[in-house]
């Protein structure tokens, strides 16, 4: 029988904290029988969460301080080993776990993961990196946040990156896509018209040229590279956005015509819930680290976490760092 994938988890971490982490861990352990679940929290405030049954693949391990979601990055490294993001993320670098996740303050967890985790060789920078709703296939995008200015070189170590997770995916022959202004070769920044001629350079994806945003959701590419202030800007207004329509859908079946219709309609309304929930698609990988550490939302549900630990879980199971590491080598 192989070894069961190890996952630390962040219990104090986001905005709800032990409330939504517990419930997540225990829904996903009942269903992840192969997995082993190490929690990071403070007893007590675990404990008071615990309003089940608690399958035999959970651990819970003792921490006696939490990083606050508004606490300065900088003091949260100083503030050392008694956190439950510091314990959780040293799980990894201790190789005790194969993977964690965090719903913590994000600076801080970039600052930790890269003091104990450290970067794989190849690689300046950690970008965040998601999955995003696209009409068909898988379109990965990064950065989505951890770096306000970056290089053409990053770009394109961030174009290597997310070649790898896309075959992740099942993409057999990643195609990547800078994220501009326009399509035309003169649009753009500096940076990006020479991160163009690096990336069509790449032997790793074949490059598709630029990207415009009302084209992230078309799915006509695999990998959308970008720097953290752009990437950022772009998938915050698409969640407002997602949040918006389906609240709108919401509204038309509950009253009137619409709430006749329901019972014919319900199917297809369903159907357009999850699709447009944001929660399906939660949690981001912080590629670029030398080992597999998750970001979930700070505001994240119960089933949005359930959804991070599934993302977790499958970084682990695909040994995604250590393909990145090599590609990032051979580079």
């Excluded at 419930?23 to 007893?43: C, K, M, N």
């Excluded at 099942?170 to 070769?185: D, R, W």
């Excluded at 790449?202 to 990998?223: L, M, N, P, Q, T």
Aim: glycine share 10%.
């Amino acid at each position: 029988m192989s070894e069961p994938i190890r996952l630390a988890v962040d219990a104090m971490s986001g905005d709800f904290g032990p409330r939504v982490a517990i419930p997540a861990a225990i829904e996903f352990a009942r269903t992840s029988p192969d997995a082993h679940l190490l929690l990071f929290g403070e007893r007590t405030a675990m404990e008071r969460e615990l309003h089940t049954s608690v399958p035999s693949n959970i651990d819970f391990i003792d921490t006696s301080a939490a990083v606050a979601m508004d606490a300065d990055p900088r003091q949260a490294l100083r503030q050392g080993s008694d956190t439950s993001m510091w314990q959780t993320l040293l799980a990894v670098a201790d190789k005790r776990a194969d993977a964690c996740v965090s719903a913590g303050n994000t600076g801080a967890l970039m600052l930790i993961s890269r003091r104990l985790i450290g970067m794989l060789a190849g690689v300046e920078v950690p970008a965040i990196c998601k999955a995003m709703p696209v009409r068909s296939g898988v379109t990965l995008m990064l950065d989505l946040g951890a770096n306000i200015h970056c290089s053409s070189a990053q770009l394109l170590q961030f174009a290597k990156m997310g070649g790898v997770l896309a075959r992740a995916s099942g993409v057999a022959a990643p195609k990547a896509a800078l994220l501009n202004i326009g399509t035309e070769a003169g649009k753009g920044t500096a940076i990006i018209r020479e991160a163009a001629k690096l990336l069509a350079q790449a032997e790793d994806f074949e490059y598709a040229g630029f990207v415009e945003a009302d084209a992230i959701y078309s799915g006509h590419v695999h990998v959308i590279v970008c720097d953290g202030f752009s990437g950022n800007i772009a998938l915050k207004a698409s969640e407002g956005v997602a949040r918006l329509i389906a609240g709108r859908i919401e509204e038309s079946f509950t009253g009137g015509f619409g709430r006749l219709a329901v019972p014919l309609m319900w199917p297809l309304i369903r159907r357009w819930r999850a699709e447009l929930n944001p929660d399906a698609y939660n949690g981001a990988i912080l590629a670029g680290l030398a080992g597999a550490v998750i970001k979930s939302h700070g505001g994240a549900s119960t089933m949005a976490t359930v959804h991070a630990l599934h993302l977790a879980y499958e970084q682990a199971r695909f040994k995604s760092t250590e393909k990145m590491a090599r590609a990032m080598s051979a580079a």
